[in-house]
């Protein structure tokens, strides 16, 4: 057995300590926020082994350079004179290539079949009542190019193994018969799943704390002190913590605390927008709204709206346009469906962690021997939270990892 911390309880950090108090390590769960907010309860709830194309692809930093004078754009990258910046900027417009598209395809497949999987396993085990339903995800479109550029995805998709079809517009309405929907048809990934990520997230915190994972919340790490290659205590100017293996899952932070390290995660903090809806819209099926890259999900008892990439640092800020764009979008697409003010004015907001290549960092990096690192994530964290912490589970207790995990190395060069 090994005392065990994991910096971060975002849905990665919390994995990590179940599938680590199931291999019988004593684990601890720091913090620097109160755990109930954040990118682990604002996404979209998908389990998406069809999203195999990473963000870094061919087309993709064109299309953000034509798209930052853009405010509302899906995806807004604003300029900074930030060497860190900088770099990442580097390396993700080296990483949009075919050559990083085929190295990603099976790498982000496995792990997020792996992870939609181990939901269920979880529920099963533990008799957890958080919604999991595997109604598909549709990928709706309005032109016939967007149409033909899903088609090509999903023709990918195919070859994968993975189960997906071609619906027509008419098909497309009978799917939604209390709601018009305006779209020239849509792909359906039958192999999707979605859940409420703040139902999951509160079940997962009670089971853990009545299974003897320690949490210190708003608990911010600023200092990492290191000997011989190895971490000896973590803490700040109040509280020192020990352990024999750490674990950094802080998400968009982690690129700070691993500067203490002297390592240089390329990371960017990639914030995404939720507007929540109460009332019965008539929306059956999860789907994105594949012009506006917009996500519609049925969760428990309301209706989510999410989406935008904004690279614009650290921060929490509400962009009162971007939430905007998601309700225009959204009323594009189902013209009966207006989001109304208070729904709008309730809008929040979490932060993705982006690496330059779009595959998360799972892996120990050369520089740091009981050092975990397990972030980068982007917009398949809660995809892959599950298959991660698992895998981190794994490589702490010495075992043979369920996946190779050299595609994900944190020390890979861009």
């Keep these: 057995m090994k005392s065990c911390i994991v910096i971060g309880g975002g849905i990665i950090g919390l994995c990590s300590a179940y599938y680590l108090q199931k291999e019988g390590h004593q684990v601890t769960v ?39 004078f853009n405010s509302s754009s899906p ?27 085929n190295k990603g395809i099976p790498a982000i497949k496995d792990i997020a079949i792996m992870g939609r999987d181990l939901y269920a396993d979880i529920k099963s085990t533990e008799g957890f009542t958080f919604q999991l339903q595997q109604n598909g995800l549709l990928m709706i479109c309005q032109t016939d190019k967007m149409l033909n550029e899903e088609i090509h995805v999903a023709d990918i998709a195919k070859k994968e193994g993975l189960p997906v079809k071609t619906i027509s517009a008419k098909e497309l309405q009978q799917l939604h018969p209390d709601t018009r929907v305006e779209a020239k ?14 139902s ?44 024999d293996e750490f674990v950094l899952a802080a998400g968009s ?19 995404g927008y939720r507007i929540n809806s109460q009332r019965n819209l008539g929306i059956t099926t999860p789907a994105i709204l594949a012009e506006a890259k917009v996500a519609i999900t049925p969760m428990d008892e309301f209706t989510r709206f999410a989406g935008t990439m904004e690279i614009a640092g650290i921060n929490h800020n509400i962009n009162k346009i971007r939430v905007e764009a998601i309700a225009k979008a959204t009323q594009k697409y189902f013209p009966e469906i207006e989001l109304n003010k208070v729904e709008k004015d309730n809008a929040a907001c979490g ?17 740091c021997d009981n ?21 981190v589970s794994e490589l702490i207790s010495d075992k043979k990892t369920s996946l190779n995990l050299d595609v994900y190395h944190p020390d890979r060069k861009f």
């Design 75 to 101: 995806l807004f990258i604003k300029p900074r004179l930030n060497s860190d910046f900088l770099r990442w900027t580097i390396a993700f417009n080296r990483s949009c290539s075919i050559r990083n598209v």
């Design 351 to 367: 932060l993705r962690p982006v690496t330059p290549d779009g595959m998360p960092y799972i892996g120990k990096s050369s520089k």
């Design 200 to 243: 999951f997230m509160k079940e997962m915190k009670e089971y853990l704390e009545s299974s003897g994972v320690v949490f210190y919340k708003n608990e911010k790490i600023e200092t990492i002190s290191v000997k011989n290659k190895k971490i000896t205590s973590i803490g700040n100017a109040h509280n020192i913590y020990t352990a």
């Design 185 to 198: 048809g849509a792909i359906l990934y039958e192999c999707d799943a979605h859940t409420t990520p703040g």
């Design 30 to 68: 720091i913090d620097q926020s109160s755990m109930d907010y954040g990118a682990s309860y604002v996404n979209a709830g998908y389990l998406s082994p069809s999203h195999i194309i990473p963000l870094a692809a061919p087309g993709v930093m064109k299309k953000g350079v034509k798209w930052m």
């Design 253 to 271: 932070w982690s690129k700070l605390l691993s500067k203490e390290l002297g390592l240089k995660l390329l990371l960017e903090a990639g914030k």
């Design 371 to 391: 050092l975990t690192i397990a972030t980068g994530h982007a917009m398949m964290g809660w995809s892959m939270g599950t298959s991660t912490g698992k895998l």
